[in-house]
């Protein structure tokens, strides 16, 4: 049996006296496109942190590639696999679409000077070769000069991501990628990232859109108030009670259809 490349065992964190999130468990297999939702609060963004090491766990432990990883620090965590992008977009909107997939390799990079060599001066460094082969790999089409802030928000969507792939991860976790994109731009970006999970990355999305969830996830878990209350495929999820109710009256199961 395969084994699975992330393992999520019964975290449980505080932030003062409130219990987030409890005892939530769940795997990822090789290549799987995962979904992470909930409603507001529910502690989706938190589990995020909790995996990259934002945060540290209160018990219960992550397991990536069979690592204990639960109390490694940030950077080795990325060494190891695991990549991130986060919920507001964090380009730099005065660099070009090549500068800023450049940035991915600051995580990588030893002393300050690694950091900021990318940007300008070395015009043939291995990072520069390094984000050329990750754009061609991703298939992302767009000229590679230009000003990332003169760019739609779906295309700088997809910057995002392909940033978060300069560390080549194994998994990567995106949160709210379609968040604020029309319909035919949350349709590309879906197709977009199954193109990256068929490269074998490991896909872990937040996502408030079931439209989107139904177009890439394979399996899904369900968070309300800081609990695992389901864990199936996407079409099970529109059946299941315990998620309907916590949904009741909120625009994320209208767009799926079930009311
Ligand atoms: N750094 C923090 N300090 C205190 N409370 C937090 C912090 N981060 C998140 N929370 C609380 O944890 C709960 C879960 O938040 P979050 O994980 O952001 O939810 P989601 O992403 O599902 O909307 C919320 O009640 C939120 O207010
Ligand atoms: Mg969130």
Redesign the pocket.
């Given at each position: 049996m395969a084994v699975p490349i992330l393992q999520i065992n019964c975290i449980t964190k505080f932030?003062g006296g409130?219990k987030?999130l409890e005892d939530v468990s769940f795997d990822l297999m090789p290549g799987q496109r995962f979904g992470l939702i909930?409603p507001?609060?529910?502690?989706?963004?938190?589990v995020f942190n909790l995996l990259s090491g934002v945060y540290s766990v209160d018990s219960g432990s992550v397991i990536l590639a069979n690592q204990d990883i639960t109390n490694l620090p940030i950077r080795k965590r990325i060494g190891l696999g695991l990549s991130r992008s986060f919920q507001n977009i964090r380009l730099m909107p005065h660099l070009s679409v090549l500068e800023n997939v450049m940035m991915g390799q600051h995580c990588q990079a030893n002393r300050i000077t690694e950091m900021i060599k990318p940007i300008g001066w070395t015009k043939n460094n291995r990072w520069r070769q390094r984000a050329l082969e990750t754009i061609k790999d991703a298939g992302l089409e767009v000229d590679l000069n230009s000003t990332v802030s003169e760019l739609p928000y779906g295309v700088r969507k997809k910057i995002e991501v392909v940033r978060a792939l300069m560390s080549k991860p194994s998994v990567l976790m995106l949160d709210e990628p379609a968040a604020g994109l029309n319909p035919q731009e949350t349709i590309e970006l879906a197709g977009f990232l199954r193109g990256i999970s068929d490269s074998n990355v490991t896909l872990l999305l937040v996502e408030h859109d079931m439209n989107f969830i139904h177009a890439i996830c394979e399996k899904v878990v369900v968070?309300n108030f800081g609990l695992k209350i389901f864990e199936g495929t996407p079409k099970e999820v529109n059946r299941n009670k315990a998620v309907l109710e916590a949904y009741l009256g909120t625009s994320a199961m209208e767009s799926s259809g079930v009311t």
């Amino acid at each position: 049996m395969a084994v699975p490349i992330l393992q999520i065992n019964c975290i449980t964190k505080f932030f003062g006296g409130l219990k987030v999130l409890e005892d939530v468990s769940f795997d990822l297999m090789p290549g799987q496109r995962f979904g992470l939702i909930g409603p507001n609060g529910a502690g989706k963004t938190t589990v995020f942190n909790l995996l990259s090491g934002v945060y540290s766990v209160d018990s219960g432990s992550v397991i990536l590639a069979n690592q204990d990883i639960t109390n490694l620090p940030i950077r080795k965590r990325i060494g190891l696999g695991l990549s991130r992008s986060f919920q507001n977009i964090r380009l730099m909107p005065h660099l070009s679409v090549l500068e800023n997939v450049m940035m991915g390799q600051h995580c990588q990079a030893n002393r300050i000077t690694e950091m900021i060599k990318p940007i300008g001066w070395t015009k043939n460094n291995r990072w520069r070769q390094r984000a050329l082969e990750t754009i061609k790999d991703a298939g992302l089409e767009v000229d590679l000069n230009s000003t990332v802030s003169e760019l739609p928000y779906g295309v700088r969507k997809k910057i995002e991501v392909v940033r978060a792939l300069m560390s080549k991860p194994s998994v990567l976790m995106l949160d709210e990628p379609a968040a604020g994109l029309n319909p035919q731009e949350t349709i590309e970006l879906a197709g977009f990232l199954r193109g990256i999970s068929d490269s074998n990355v490991t896909l872990l999305l937040v996502e408030h859109d079931m439209n989107f969830i139904h177009a890439i996830c394979e399996k899904v878990v369900v968070l309300n108030f800081g609990l695992k209350i389901f864990e199936g495929t996407p079409k099970e999820v529109n059946r299941n009670k315990a998620v309907l109710e916590a949904y009741l009256g909120t625009s994320a199961m209208e767009s799926s259809g079930v009311t």
